[in-house]
């Protein structure tokens, strides 16, 4: 289970661009640093975000280890029908979150 | 005649400057008007401040039964936006059936051990700072108001001399940077005033919640004093001290910070 906070209009004007903006818990762990015992923590990142409208892709991300722990996305969108929005991030060690949103076009 | 009622007019006009100078007395400074316009957006915006996805879990462990009791939170407590509103801002404070303070970490770690009959979470713990943050974030927006309790007086005074005293190789006492020089510039970074006005904080350059108790060891590694340990009661003297010094100032956790 991942803790996921999503910014999205619940209606929206056809034709209009609207913003979304969702933040995700995640260590974003590089890969690059020694633990306490000297070691290299392993690398665990989010390697990839997307996001689908009613299935087709409207944006998609590859994430790298420079970016910092609980990664806030933030993407534009036409609106051009009513329906799903599914927000998608996966990564290192089998992650994978998923954030579906609900958007009304009129 | 008229020398008197000049006399009580001026006496009327000094009262009422003198009430206005009263409110506009508290100057005092949360360290989130001294951060840039980014920052403080980034904390208003409930959907941006990395700070509540450390409160939704916090939610999610508060419904969770744990240890051998198999009791949750919610078993006791019920809804924490009611039984736990207020209760950030007048902690520390003395459990029931003890003699010393302990600060909101330490009383959660009393109820699991002593309710849930769970291991204690250790400092800085991710579900020990989720709880606590949720549980702080039902005061938001309300006020700072350290209990009248004369048990407290004397660790009161303790957190105050510990606040004033030198210590390290830099041989600086917190009052020299908090009190005398707040609002001034090390390194180019603005000083504050250090009110605990958001704990636990989302600390940018600690990528992580963190609570007071990180915060005061970096001063003193800063200062280069020797850090106490985790558990030293001179954390809880302080905050006591500190949540005094800020009684009013409002509550913002989870409070962003850079």
């Known amino acids: ?16 661009v609207i913003e979304i903006k969702a933040l995700i818990m995640h260590p974003m762990e590089t890969g690059f640093r020694p633990g306490p015992n000297g070691r290299i923590i392993p690398r665990n990142i989010i390697e990839r975000f997307t996001a689908t409208w009613n299935g087709a892709e409207i944006f998609a991300m590859d994430m790298s280890p420079a970016i910092a722990a609980n990664p806030f996305v933030s993407f534009f969108a036409e609106a051009k029908e009513s329906g799903t929005v599914v927000l998608r991030w996966t990564g290192d060690e089998g992650f994978v979150a998923e954030q579906r949103v609900d958007i009304a076009v009129e | ?16 400057s003198y009430a206005a100078a009263q409110v506009g007395a508290d100057k005092r400074r949360s360290g989130y008007q001294d951060m840039g316009e980014a920052l403080q957006k980034m904390q208003d915006d409930d959907t941006a401040n990395p700070g509540m996805l450390f409160v939704q879990l916090g939610g999610q462990l508060w419904n969770r039964a744990v240890g051998a009791a198999d009791k949750s939170c919610a078993d006791c407590h019920g809804a924490a936006a009611v039984s736990m509103k207020g ?26 051990t002593e309710q849930q009959k769970a291991d204690r979470l250790p400092p800085e713990n ?41 210590q390290g190789q830099l041989n600086l006492s917190c009052a020299i940077c908090h009190d005398d020089n707040a609002g001034k510039k090390l390194a180019g970074i603005v000083i504050p005033e250090a009110h605990p006005t958001g704990y636990p904080i989302y600390r940018l350059e600690w990528q992580a919640l963190g609570s007071l108790k990180r915060r005061l060891r970096n001063c003193l590694v800063g200062i280069r004093a020797e850090a106490w340990p985790l558990d030293a009661p001179e954390y809880v003297a ?17 409070a962003v910070r850079p």
């Not at chain 1, 991942?2 to 910014?7: C, E, H, K, R, T």
């Not at chain 2, 009580?8 to 009422?16: M, S």
């Open chain 1, 1 to 16: 289970m991942s803790n996921i906070l999503v910014n999205a209009p619940k209606t929206a004007r056809r034709g209009a």
């Open chain 2, 1 to 16: 005649m008229t020398g008197r009622l000049l006399a009580i007019g001026l006496a009327l006009v000094f009262a009422a």
């Open chain 2, 87 to 112: 209760v950030a801002a007048r902690y520390p404070a003395i459990p029931g059936g003890s003699d010393r303070p302990v600060d909101l970490e330490g009383r959660i770690n009393l109820c699991r």
């Open chain 2, 126 to 166: 991710r579900d020990l700072l989720a709880l606590t943050v949720y549980v702080a974030h039902q005061s938001r927006d309300l006020q700072i108001a350290p209990p009248y309790d004369p048990r407290l007086d004397a660790f009161r005074q303790e957190g105050a001399e510990i606040y004033r005293r030198r």
């Open chain 2, 238 to 254: 302080l905050e006591l001290y500190l949540m005094q010094r800020a009684r009013g100032l409002k509550l913002e956790t989870p």
